[in-house]
């Protein structure tokens, strides 16, 4: 018999005759996970299983590039293994320590082509999922390469049911979910959350997107997935130069939905802190501002007499920030350039220049006598050019009178964003990838943190640059106010495990007065007043705001308290219980703290769910503040009807969440002494 070696570089020798097989195997730490790399019939392919179970049936591996054939792959000329268990620590996040445990698996794979002549896979395989990249590091330095298809598959086996929505529709990632077999996906978005018959749930994503187009996920009627690259208009997925390496592929793989939740892959597969310090410049908070009272059309972003961005107005949300807590006010609409048709007329915003009744210098200096700061706004329309001329000029003018936070926003159809040369990008292709990273850079030199609105979805680069503290890329709560229609309460129990798997998102909860003048179900929101508080918990943000008006908060200020008590920095995150699209309970513990917090939403279905009590400290008592559903609370008849309640519970103690239909459950866990 040959040994491998031999059989590799006969393959190598004569790459006409028939071609060598070749498979090299890992397993992750805990003996969980297997993953097999093949090269068989020109073909490079992996698998992945989990236990006796086939997770990915054999599915191809590799890129195309313009000017050459697809690659035939001959042999795997070179195989390492190695394995690493460290541990890191978030400057913030849903859980303060993060493990790394993985086995690494890296194979130089040969092919026929000139740029695929040494293509090189390296595999992680944790117990809980794998991601995987490519290198290219035969491509000479400086040579430009144009990549026209990622062939990466994911072909699983047996049936799936799948919650996704079309990619590349016109307002981006802002759809609802929809729940199907998952052989009836055509082009989907990622983080892509499938159900299988055989007990697992999975995940399809990717990590460290830089400097390359965001992946979506073709599906070919049949079970197989493959990669699928926005492009840039000349129809090239990505334009590099060499030796270069992509993002990484992920996989998350559990029994439950509460698994993939609570998994950390996409941070342990980005690089390492960038700004050490920036725990001198940046603490979690919460926030209010003028925005939601926009959306009720009470105010406008434009100038004249109900301008929401006043220097009154922004006054009172300041006073309003310093009597309840809150660390900072956004304000909106306080530019020039929102007049008129402003989607149509992005080049015509000014990032530096005020509204006459808006007084920058003035009110940052107001707002931090109060001990607050402004949270400041830059929308762009999609206008990217005009925005990045304006950038550094934008952000001194923050960092000058002290606004240390920026939302940003980008507000055009998905494919109608101009670039440098007039031509129209996707919002999530090379071209924007690119931006966003330069405005996170051009923003991290001023100690300014980053909020991106109309984002490119998040794939871990938090960890790297933890001045991007949140994005939005979802359907969020502005839809509420809008009524096109609103968010149906299953929304809230299938976000923690498809959109919240590639990261925080700002949500903005907390919306007391839930029917806001409206009578028709499908234009207030379809929530209860219960569930909003537990927003506060089951959706993760390191800035988190208390969406409604003042004046409704202070109308139920006991409930109003939940949302002062939540923090937004944790030490440990536990997903207790869910299924997708009908209820999940999470529960948080506070960094530093010896406190708990439970956040629990079900969908439009009245519910019970036992939840036992055993992530509290053994042998302590604590105070169960709970705000609940009252009993007849319900999100279509009576949304605002709630009941809070003191109980001392241990961690010997199971407690029964009644939710109302389309309700929720907030409770705190203080600590007695």
């Known amino acids: 018999m040959l040994s491998r070696t031999l059989v590799s570089l006969l393959a190598l020798a004569a790459p006409g005759t028939a071609l060598a097989a070749d498979r090299e195997c890992a397993q992750s730490p805990g003996k969980v996970l297997e993953l097999c790399v093949s090269v068989e019939g020109g073909a490079a392919r992996y698998e992945v299983k989990r236990g006796d179970v086939i997770v990915i049936a054999a599915s191809e591996l590799g890129l195309s590039f313009a000017g050459e054939p697809a690659a035939r792959y001959t042999a795997i000329t070179d195989a390492r293994r190695s394995a690493s268990d460290s541990s890191w620590e978030q400057p913030w996040g849903e859980q303060r320590l993060i493990r790394d445990n ?32 490519y290198t290219y590091a035969g491509i000479p330095a400086g040579q430009a390469v144009g990549v026209t298809a990622d062939r990466t598959q994911f072909r699983t086996k047996g049936s799936y049911q799948a919650w996704w929505y079309e990619g590349l529709g016109q307002e981006r990632d802002e759809y609802l979910y929809t729940q199907t077999d ?57 334009k590099k130069t060499g030796p270069f390496s992509t993002p990484w592929r992920t996989l998350l793989v559990g029994t439950t939905p509460g698994a993939l939740a609570d998994s950390r892959i996409e941070l ?98 107001y707002a931090k006598s109060k001990g607050v700061h402004l949270i400041g706004h830059h929308e762009t329309a999609g206008a990217v050019v005009n925005y990045e001329n304006q950038l550094e000029a934008a952000l001194d003018l923050y960092a000058k009178v002290g606004v240390p936070s920026v939302k940003t926003g980008y507000v055009r159809h998905s494919g109608d964003i101009l670039d440098r040369e007039g031509g129209k990008e996707w919002f999530a292709g090379q071209f924007m990838v690119q931006h ?35 994005r939005e890329g979802a359907r969020g709560q502005e ?108 529960a948080r513990q506070p960094r530093g703290g010896g406190d708990w917090y439970l956040g629990a939403i079900t969908d439009e279905m009245a519910r019970v769910l036992p939840v036992k009590l055993d992530f509290l400290a053994p042998g302590k008592k604590y105070e169960a503040q709970i705000y609940r559903d009252a009993a007849d609370a319900d999100y279509v008849k009576k949304p605002v009807a709630y009941t809070i309640e003191k109980r001392v519970v241990t961690s010997a103690d199971t407690l029964d969440l009644a939710l109302a239909p389309g309700g929720g459950q907030a409770v705190r866990f203080k600590l007695l002494k």
């Open 102 to 133: 993985h086995a690494e698996l890296a194979v130089t794979i040969a092919g026929d082509t000139a740029f695929n002549k040494a293509m090189q896979v390296t595999f992680r395989i944790f117990d809980d999922g794998i991601g995987f990249r």
């Open 182 to 238: 998952a052989r009836r996906i055509t082009l989907a978005e990622t983080p892509l959350t499938l159900k299988g018959d055989n007990g697992l749930y999975l995940s399809i994503h990717e990590a460290a997107l830089v400097d390359f187009p965001s992946m979506l996920l073709q599906g070919d009627g049949a079970g197989k997935l493959t990669a699928w690259l926005m492009p840039w208009p000349d129809g090239v997925g990505a």
């Open 268 to 365: 342990n597969l980005n690089e390492p802190n960038k700004l050490p310090d920036i725990g001198k410049w940046f603490k979690p908070g919460k926030y209010v501002g003028v925005w939601w009272e926009m959306h009720l059309n009470k105010t406008i972003w434009g100038s004249g007499p109900t301008h929401g961005a006043n220097n009154d107005n922004v006054k009172r949300y300041v006073d309003f920030a310093e009597k309840y807590g809150f660390d900072g006010v956004l304000v909106e609409g306080w530019n020039q350039g929102w007049d008129g048709e402003w989607i149509n007329n992005g080049d015509k915003f000014s990032f530096t220049k005020s509204y006459p009744d808006f007084d920058l210098p003035m009110l940052s200096a």
């Open 436 to 470: 966003h990273l330069k405005v996170i850079e051009a923003a991290a030199k001023r100690h300014i943190t980053m909020d991106t609105h109309e984002p490119v979805k998040d794939t871990g680069l938090r960890r790297t640059w933890p001045n991007w503290v949140s």
């Open 479 to 586: 839809f509420n106010a809008w009524g096109r229609p609103t968010n149906p309460p299953e929304h809230l129990t299938i976000l923690p495990f498809t959109r919240m798997l590639a990261g925080p998102m700002d949500f903005t909860p907390g919306i007391f007065d839930l029917e806001h003048g409206k009578t028709l179900l499908t234009e207030r929101n379809q929530s209860t007043l219960a569930a909003q508080l537990a927003e506060y918990v089951v959706l993760y943000s390191p800035i988190h705001m208390a969406a409604d008006l003042p004046e409704n908060y202070e109308k139920h200020l006991d409930a109003f308290q939940f949302i002062r008590d939540v923090p937004t920095d944790w030490e440990v995150t536990k997903t207790l219980a869910s299924e997708i699209g009908d209820y999940v309970v999470v």
